[in-house]
């Protein structure tokens, strides 16, 4: 095992053994997430659409390996597991059989050389650090040219379920502003940076009786819904997807 562990790491470390439920893990992300899981997974792959498949990907913060094993499928041969917990690793070898390629790792204080991997990606993980910056700052040194990032919204750290979940099974969950991932970027180095929301369109139905209006036939919310609006509302609420690089 690598890195260097804080106590507080180790409710992280030990929870796939606390939840003691594999099946999940084995078929994520089919299941009651599947259409955001999937929404968020295919914009961010539409960032890899012409990077080489020969390219070095690491996936960090990657559980049970679901990504790791979706991205290996879309053709890219070196795509490498890391989190923090060797309790998923079991999972993993499940899902990648002879392909897999694993280091168990925290992703503050990674065991990688500078500059060893061609992109960083990290799915739902980063806002389960407990430092963040220095998490950020680690793809940045790691990774030569992009990372693609996905996380949920601000209000993720006060919604009840992240609560309970923080106090039944000790782990960290955090949201993060538009504002406060744009700023560890900048801080940790990245030039470019693309911030879009991970949401999904809206439910047929919706309370307000404007947004149900018809326009010849088609709802205005499904007109209005892309408008610029409409779009800045869904980044300032909803989770964020990140493309950034050096
Ligand atoms: C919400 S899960 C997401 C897992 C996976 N990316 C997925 O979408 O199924 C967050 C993951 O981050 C891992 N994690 C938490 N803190 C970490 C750290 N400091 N370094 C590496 N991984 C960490 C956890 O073990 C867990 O697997």
Redesign the pocket.
């Known amino acids: 095992m690598s890195g260097v562990f804080f106590v507080g790491?180790k409710d992280?470390?030990l929870?796939?053994l606390r939840l003691g439920d594999k099946s999940y893990d084995l078929v994520?992300p089919f299941g009651s997430e599947f259409s955001q899981?999937v929404f968020s997974f295919s914009i961010m792959m539409s960032y890899l659409r012409d990077f080489p498949k020969e390219g070095l990907i690491l996936d960090?913060?990657?559980?049970?390996g679901?990504?790791t094993e979706w991205i290996t499928r879309c053709g890219f041969k070196n795509v490498f597991w890391?989190?923090?917990?060797k309790f998923?690793v079991e999972v993993l070898k499940e899902r990648m059989k002879d392909e897999m390629r694993a280091v168990v790792?925290?992703?503050?204080y990674s065991c990688f050389e500078g500059g060893s991997f061609d992109c960083v990606f990290c799915?739902?993980?980063l806002h389960?650090?407990?430092n963040p910056q220095k998490?950020v700052n680690e793809f940045f040194r790691v990774g030569r040219k992009s990372l693609i990032l996905n996380e949920p919204s601000r209000h993720h750290e006060s919604d009840p379920k992240s609560i309970e979940f923080s106090k039944e099974y000790g782990v960290?969950e955090k949201g993060f502003s538009i504002q406060q991932l744009h700023k560890m970027l900048k801080k940790a180095g990245y030039s470019t940076i693309i911030i879009r929301p991970a949401d999904l369109p809206p439910p047929l139905f919706s309370r307000k009786k404007l947004l149900n209006l018809n326009l010849f036939g088609v709802p205005a919310r499904d007109v209005l819904y892309n408008t610029p609006v409409m779009y800045a509302s869904r980044l300032l609420n909803k989770g964020l997807i990140v493309y950034a690089e050096k």
Not at 60 to 64: H, I, T
Not at 82 to 85: K, N
């Open positions: 790491k992280e470390i929870y796939p994520k899981l960090v913060g990657a559980g049970s679901w990504t890391m989190d923090i917990s998923h790792g925290d992703m503050e799915f739902d993980a389960h650090s407990e998490a960290v």
